[in-house]
């Protein structure tokens, strides 16, 4: 079965620009969650979108932004990019169930420079 | 905030058993006690995860003291290819959908494998 599958893998962008990641769960799970790695930071959880709905969310601005569709794909999207937003954006998929001894499955990641 | 707390570093000679501990002292019952690895720059790694009893997969046991306040993750014969950040993470059940899943990520442990 095919993991996790995260696109670009690499992206380089400009401050003020608008970025598009996407994610492709594994086959048969409807849950997508996202999170963001930076050094000083470490790994945060942006938010969840389960069949289409966003489930959860993180404390992050109304710039960072998600959407799921019919097939589970998710996207995000970060608008009016800061030089604060560089980082290794990580995509996790996992049936969607409700028991906490559900696995989540993570993907390489996208890495986000912003210069 | 993370509701674990690990070493910052760790070392181990290679074909020797790596123990990583793991506090998590207010764990609530129905929590479930999570372990990820992390090698560089890539994506998170799921190892195991339990609730009370000691689990073991192909990768690695882990142990949860009877309390559960505290637990070990077992690496049997840790190998060059082992070194990582190692994270523990307690994770609820969930009561509902609408509550979603999230990982909260502590600072984890970096595991340096010596030959």
Avoid at chain 1, 13 to 31: A, E, N, W, Y
Avoid at chain 1, 45 to 73: A, D, I
Avoid at chain 1, 85 to 106: M, N, P
């Amino acid at each position: 079965k095919a993991g996790v599958t995260q696109t670009p893998r690499y992206l380089i962008k400009t401050r003020g620009q608008q970025v598009t990641l996407s994610c492709s769960p594994i086959s048969g799970h409807r849950s997508v969650s996202w999170y963001q790695q930076t050094p000083g930071q470490g790994l945060q959880f942006l938010f969840e979108y389960f069949s289409e709905t966003q489930r959860n969310k993180g404390n992050f601005p109304g710039r960072f932004s998600g959407r799921q569709f019919s097939n589970s794909r998710s996207e995000m999207n970060v608008s009016t990019l800061e030089l604060g937003d560089s980082a290794l954006y990580l995509c996790a998929s996992s049936l969607g169930g409700t028991s906490g001894g559900e696995t989540q499955y993570f993907g390489p990641g996208t890495r986000l420079l912003v210069l | 905030d993370a509701k674990t707390t690990q070493p910052p570093s760790m070392d181990c000679a290679e074909g020797r058993a790596a123990n990583l501990p793991c506090n998590h002292s207010t764990i609530s019952g129905n929590e479930y006690v999570y372990w990820y690895r992390q090698i560089h720059s890539q994506g998170p790694q799921y190892i195991i995860h339990g609730l009370k009893n000691n689990e073991t997969n192909e990768m690695a046991s882990l142990i949860i003291t009877e309390d559960r306040k505290s637990s070990t993750l077992i690496l049997p014969h840790a190998t060059l290819r082992d070194t990582a950040v190692y994270y523990c993470i307690v994770r609820p059940h969930l009561e509902s959908y609408n509550q979603g899943g999230k990982l909260i990520f502590g600072q984890g442990t970096e595991l340096s494998v010596k030959p």
